[in-house]
């Protein structure tokens, strides 16, 4: 059984930051590639950012690029989301998710556990 657990969101005002967190427990964390989706009311979940197993290759949607940054320590089985120039469009729920595939890694449907979520609100 694999948890995935998030930390970090919160209420951030318009050109803020947050740093999420997930940590991840009861697989060889670098076996998987970890992404970010997040999901707002009303809308489907949508890709973030993702980094492969070794941390060697980063992909990032285009409403993260220059924005978000993320990175893992797999010794720690950790990885994070620092996202910086938050925008009120960033407001959602922000979930972590590993993906034992080979990639590309952008779609909710080749990630094998997501974590609870964690509430990202950017007030303007």
């Known amino acids: 059984q694999v948890q995935l657990v998030e930390s970090g969101g919160g209420l951030v005002h318009a050109g803020g930051s947050l740093r999420l967190s997930c940590a991840a427990s009861?697989?060889?964390?670098?076996?998987?590639?970890m992404g970010w989706f997040r999901q707002a009311p009303g809308n489907v979940r949508e890709f973030v950012i993702v980094i492969s197993g070794n941390g060697g290759s980063t992909y990032y949607a285009d409403s993260a690029k220059a924005r978000f940054t993320i990175s893992r320590d797999n010794a720690k089985n950790t990885v994070s989301l620092q996202m910086n120039s938050l925008k009120p469009e960033d407001t959602a729920v922000y979930y972590c998710a590993a993906a034992w595939s080979t990639g590309p890694w952008g779609r909710p449907v080749e990630y094998d556990y997501w974590g609870q979520g964690t509430r990202v609100t950017v007030a303007s």
């Open positions: 009861g697989h060889t964390f670098s076996n998987y590639a």
